[in-house]
T-cell receptor, first 113, second 112 residues
Framework: QKEVEQNSGPLSVPEGAIASLNCTYSDRGSQSFFWYRQYSGKSPELIMSIYSNGDKEDGRFTAQLNKASQYVSLLIRDSQPSDSATYLCASPNRGNQGGKLIFGQGTELSVKP | DAMVIQNPRYQVTQFGKPVTLSCSQTLNHNVMYWYQQKSSQAPKLLFHYYDKDFNNEADTPDNFQSRRPNTSFCFLDIRSPGLGDAAMYLC???????????FGPGTRLTVT
């Protein structure tokens, strides 16, 4: 069973700090990874995708991928209370024609003013 | 703006009364997905269409059916809703199997 693992949290950081969210995966051949943000009662919103080893930055968000260690992370700089949400790490299942997303359990982030 | 639209946003139905949820997309994506999400759980894939090819997950109950009459639209039919089917139903689209999936706003289904 291919898996994506996240710490469920909650992760609490003060406003203005860096929030670090981590994810590991079991399928060494996985090629693409996505981070979704989900507010309570809302649908998942794609905030970052990463396909290559290294870092990818978009505004306050940086995704990091280390394929050798099978590790994906999301850093949120200058965290704001509006960043408080559940963050889902996901990767498409390579064995599935349509690319079924394998989700981690989600990490709940709380940013305290 | 290109987007994924779901209707209705909230649906209340009675136990055993059929219900249809709809999804449309302006992204012209090949793949459309239906997920079920219950409180504090990750989304669970029910089925997907890759173009016209329908793919059912092995553990999706027979009570759930889907139709994709054209590239833009996809429907989820629940033939006889039970109390356990109360959930958020999410439609998502993607260019292809390894690409990002974009979710619609979801339909919150309540079964009374």
């Amino acid at each position: 069973q291919k898996e994506v693992e996240q710490n469920s949290g909650p992760l609490s950081v003060p406003e203005g700090a860096i929030a670090s969210l981590n994810c590991t995966y079991s399928d060494r051949g996985s090629q693409s990874f996505f981070w979704y943000r989900q507010y309570s009662g809302k649908s998942p919103e794609l905030i970052m995708s990463i396909y290559s080893n290294g870092d990818k930055e978009d505004g306050r968000f940086t995704a990091q991928l280390n394929k050798a260690s099978q590790y994906v992370s999301l850093l949120i700089r200058d965290s704001q209370p509006s960043d408080s949400a559940t963050y889902l790490c996901a990767s498409p299942n390579r064995g599935n024609q349509g690319g079924k997303l394998i989700f981690g359990q989600g990490t709940e982030l709380s940013v305290k003013p | 703006d290109a987007m994924v639209i779901q209707n209705p946003r909230y649906q209340v139905t009675q136990f055993g009364k059929p219900v249809t949820l709809s999804c449309s997309q302006t992204l012209n994506h090949n793949v459309m997905y239906w997920y079920q999400q219950k409180s504090s759980q990750a989304p669970k894939l029910l089925f997907h269409y890759y173009d016209k090819d329908f793919n059912n997950e092995a553990d999706t109950p027979d009570n759930f059916q889907s139709r994709r009459p054209n590239t833009s639209f996809c429907f989820l039919d629940i033939r006889s809703p039970g109390l356990g089917d109360a959930a958020m139903y999410l439609c998502a689209t993607s260019r292809g199997p390894t690409y990002e999936q974009y979710f619609g706003p979801g339909t919150r289904l309540t079964v009374t």
